[in-house]
Structure formats: C-alpha cells, structure tokens
C-alpha cells in the first residue's frame, strides 16, 4: 500500500537517522495541516536541533528561532496575526532547558498558539546530551554515570508542569512508539489545532519519541525504551482539555 | 518616545520593567491598546526581543525599550532580528554600568551599541537624540530607517532624557523615506510559495559568507546614506568639542561661555552613532586644531572620533563611567586649560 503525500509535506527526503521519530511526526503534522485545510494560513517556527531544517520538510511558511525561543516568537506573530494558525515544533533541552521561561508564561498567558513537543529525553543534535527529560539511571554523553549520580535532579514532566497554569486549554502526552500511539499521536496534533482554531488558548502536544543514535540502541531496542521505560515515567494521556 | 512610537504606526510593542525607563512601557500598556495595538509585558528582556522577532516577521512595526543591563539580555534577538534583515526599534535609556551599576545616566553602552553587542558580523543603526522634542523626532524616523533599510534601529538615550520634562509639540507621522513593500512577511501562504525566516547557513559551504557578504553591501549603503549630526559654532572653530547625545546638549552651553571669553570653540554632535559620521569629521580635522571628547563614559566614543579624523588632531578627553554627568562649568574649565596650553 503506497499511502499519498500530504500536500503539508515536501516531496524530499529527510535528514534524520533511521529510527528517529520526527519524520513520523512531520507526517503527522502534515496530514492534521491538510485535513484541516489550514496550510496556507499556517505559520510555524523551527527549533534549535534536529529539527531546524523543519522548513525543508513543512510546505507552509516557517520562521527559524534562537534555541528555547520559540514561544516567545509565535508569541509576536500570532498577536499581530490573530486568524492565522501558528505552531511551534520544538524538543527538550528548547522547550523544556534553556527556553522553560517561554515555555511557561505563553502557557500561563494562554497565547493561542499550538506546541508539538519532541520528548526523546537527549540532546540529538549536539551529540547526547543530557535533556532535562532525560530518565533517572539513564546515560547520555554527560551524564556517564546515568543521570541521578551527580545531582541532576529527576526528569522534567511539562505536561504535568503545565497542567496547572491558567491559560493552559489542551494538554496530552503521545507517543509515536507503536502503530496504536502513532493514531492517538494524530488524533491529539488534531485536537491541539482545532483548540487554536476555536479560540480557546494555549494547546500542546507532548510526543515521546525514539533517538536510537543519542540512545546508542537499534531502532528496534529504542521502541522498546519508549514502551517499557519512558512511557513509565512520562504517562500517557490527557492533563488538560477546554474543548471536550 | 512612546507617543511618537505610536505616532509612527507601532503596532507592536514587548517590554520588561527596568530603570530608567519603566515610564515607556507604562505609558504603552495605556496607550498601545486605545490605538489599535498590541501591549505585552513579557517575562523577560529576551522574550520580549523575541517577540518583536515575531511581530516583525509578521509585518507589523515593533518597538521594545530597556536600559543598559536589559539591553545586554536582549543582545541574543538582537543578533538574530539583524542577521534575518527584520525592521524593528529598540530604545536603550541607558544607565550606569558595568553589572547592575546604578540608575544614573549613562552612555557606557557605546561599544554595545555601534560595534555589534551580540554576536557576528552584524550592524544597527544607532540614533542618538540631545532632547527631548528630538527623540519624539528620531523615533518616528527610525520606524521609518528600520523598514527601509530592513535593519533594527536602536535609539541610544540615557537616563536624564529619559527621565526629563520638556514640552514637544504632537506632530503627526510623515515618513522621510519611500518605503518598500515587506515582500518577506510571513501571513501564511496563500496564494504564494511558503517563506521562509533564518538564519542557519550550512549549505554550500559559503553560504553563511554570501549572506555576510550580502549583509556588509547593505551596511556599506547605509554609511554612505545616513551620516547625520549637527555643528554648533565650528564655522571658525580652532577647538571642537564631540559629543552626542545630552553631553551635547551641556557642552552647547560651554560653547557659549567659551565664545563670551573670545574663545573660538565650536560643537559636532553626531546623530547618528552608526554609521559613524566620518566625513563631517574628516572635513572638520582638515580646519581645527584640537578637538576634546565629552562623553559620559570612561572613553568608547573617543576611539570612533580618532579613527574617523585617523589621529590627525590632537584629541583631548573628558569623561567618566557611573553615573558622572558634566556639567557646562566642567566643560569650560576643561576648555580653559586646553586653550591655555
């Protein structure tokens, strides 16, 4: 079965390395885009790391962010621009490290605008480093004892970090680790997009995803970590929804 | 400031609280909204930079405004809004430094302002006003530069125009400049090809170098367009005092009480900061015997006056860092003893 190409999607091979999960979700997002009609009032913003190229894969117009500023940027853009849909697409040290402080006050702000949300617990494109969603116990590059020993502190949880804040209308943790959370996966970019569409605030999708080069693992053996250990820490489900 | 701001067709205005100049984002936070526009109190200097980021991507004119250690947080935007060849204006009431410093006036953000602040091969246009009635002027030029020349505009003011009371009269916005139609905007795609905003060059290898290259001809346009200052008494001047901003406005009233003593003594107060403007200079160096620097920093602005008349003069300083400000009878004494030497 040979599936069509989004018209949200270019006709161009990705960059990333066998296994990872963001070209699962750029299909995702491309398929939401086009179902929804919206590709030509869509503005987007790539990230700093593995998906800054995000502008070579996304057929709608995109503006290439600082790291961990994103939400500030979608902050002007939708404010100025109020019936467009703005999105950002951003991973863990960007959302969660170095641009937490964004990430927080355009929630708590309720800013109408939707965050896709890559949670692979490493810094992919800076080699494997420790994310602030990196598991207790884990290794990464700079954590080679396995985060715990050396006063990391615990794993970051957005969702749950979130789920407090006023402005917060949509909230829910995916995963792209089976074919059953690829479909839940889709339904929530859904639910988020028409959350912006209806007015109703600040809207994220939380996706935990594979890096099996970061992770020193197989494809195979990065599915399985997303399964039987991040999904343990990371629940999935919804935390917030404004638009039942 | 801000009503100038406003004035000009701001449609977007980010800030964070700082002194010297908390009076710009309250005044907007009322105003903003009665006109039509957008007021956000953001939760930090860099947010709110990365905000009018957004906001100039979208096509809308932006304001932010800050002092000196907010200035400094900001610098990150700063390089990416120039690199990506956005209009925005920026507005730094400056305050004394270096780290917290104090909220005294300032202008020891010079070297942050003209030689970069952030980082790469970047350049703003910096403006620097002497009153008030002038930076209710150059504000309103400067939405006007920052969209012709899609450059961010920084308005470089310290802490006693900021903070002065002076009467100005409302004029409405005319622009100075024909602007061009904003053919980068993002409003989303219909009925055109996606755009894209960056500023990551990785392929071909010379790609970053082109668009450096491509960055320094624009530069290089502006230096040659936009050299503004204003001389005072320097028609038969033999001593030239440089100064800019409101130490140009004190060292005005020195110039007249040296002229009272029968010394000839005359002003050149650069307006615009960058580009730097040489050629006034350059002309003055070839009829003056001396000039003396007046700035109220350590000396940063002293460095652009030799290299622009290339240390063909003799060039005298007065200036302190931390909050010193001269006054006219500070300015006198100093010339006294350079015309006594």
């Given amino acids: ?244 | 400031m801000a009503e100038a701001a406003v004035q000009a067709g701001c449609q977007f205005y980010a800030g964070y609280p700082i002194t010297p100049q908390n009076e710009v984002p309250e005044y907007m936070s009322r105003r903003m909204p009665e006109a039509g526009g957008i007021f956000i109190q953001a939760e930090a200097e860099l947010s709110a930079i990365n905000m009018l980021f957004g906001a100039a991507s979208a096509g809308a004119r932006c304001m932010t405004s800050s002092s000196s250690p907010g200035i400094s947080l900001k610098q990150e935007g700063i390089s990416y809004i120039a690199a990506a060849e956005l209009p925005c204006v920026i507005a730094n009431v400056q305050r004394g430094g270096p780290g917290l410093g104090n909220i005294r006036a300032s202008q020891a953000d010079y070297f942050q302002s003209v030689k970069g602040g952030g980082h790469g091969d970047y350049r703003l246009i910096v403006l620097a006003p002497s009153t008030v009635p002038e930076l209710y002027k150059l504000t309103m030029n400067a939405f006007d530069y920052a969209d012709y020349y899609r450059n961010p505009v920084l308005i470089l003011s310290d802490g006693i125009l900021g903070q002065m009371v002076e009467p100005i009269e409302i004029r409405p916005y005319e622009p100075i400049l024909d602007l061009p139609e904003k053919d980068y905007v993002l409003d989303g795609c219909k009925g055109r090809k996606p755009r894209v905003i960056k500023t990551l060059y990785l392929h071909p290898a010379d790609s970053l170098m082109q668009w450096n290259i491509h960055l320094e001809e624009k530069y290089k346009k502006i230096c040659k367009e936009l050299q503004l200052t204003e001389e005072y008494e320097t028609s038969d001047a033999e001593l030239v005092i440089a100064a800019y901003g409101i130490t140009a406005r004190i060292a005005k009233g020195a110039v007249d009480m040296a002229r009272t003593k029968g010394m000839k003594v005359g002003l050149i107060r650069p307006i615009t900061l960058w580009p730097f403007p040489e050629r006034d200079f350059k002309t003055l160096a070839k009829r003056v015997k001396k000039f003396l620097v007046v700035e109220m920093s350590n000396g940063q602005f002293i460095e652009d006056v030799k290299l622009a008349i290339e240390c063909k003069r003799p060039v005298e300083f007065l200036g302190w860092g931390g909050g010193w400000y001269p006054s006219a009878e500070n300015i006198f004494e100093k010339i006294e003893k350079i015309w006594s030497d």
Avoid at chain 1, 122 to 137: H, S
Avoid at chain 1, 178 to 195: H, L, Y
């Fill in chain 1, 1 to 244: 079965m040979k599936l069509a190409r989004p018209e949200t999607l270019y006709d161009q091979a990705t960059h990333y390395c066998p296994g990872c999960g963001h070209g699962i979700v750029h299909r995702l997002l491309g398929e939401v885009i086009d179902e929804l009609g919206i590709r030509e009032k869509a503005i987007g913003t790539a990230p700093v790391g593995c998906a800054v190229l995000l502008y070579d894969y996304i057929n709608c117009d995109i503006i290439e962010c600082a790291h961990g500023r994103p939400p500030a940027v979608a902050t002007g853009i939708k404010r100025v621009l109020p019936d467009r849909v703005v999105f950002t697409y951003q991973g863990d040290g960007d959302l969660a490290a170095i641009g937490t402080t964004e990430t927080i006050h355009t929630a708590n702000r309720g800013e109408n605008i939707t965050t896709i949300f890559i949670n692979n617990a490493v810094y992919g494109m800076t080699g494997g480093q420790m994310a602030p969603t990196t598991i207790l116990g884990q290794w990464t590059s700079t954590t080679p004892a396995g985060r715990g020993s050396n006063q990391e502190g615990p794993p970051l949880k957005v969702c749950e970090l979130l789920s407090s804040l006023g402005g917060v209308a949509y909230l829910e943790r995916v995963a792209v680790s089976s074919p059953r959370d690829v479909g839940q996966a889709k339904k929530a970019i859904r639910k988020a997009f028409e959350t912006q569409i209806k007015g109703k605030g600040f809207s994220l999708v939380e996706i935990l995803s594979m890096c099996p080069t970061d992770w020193k693992q197989s494809p195979r053996e990065a599915v399985n970590f997303v399964n039987n250990q991040l999904k343990q820490v990371f629940p999935l489900g919804v935390f917030r929804d404004l638009v039942p």
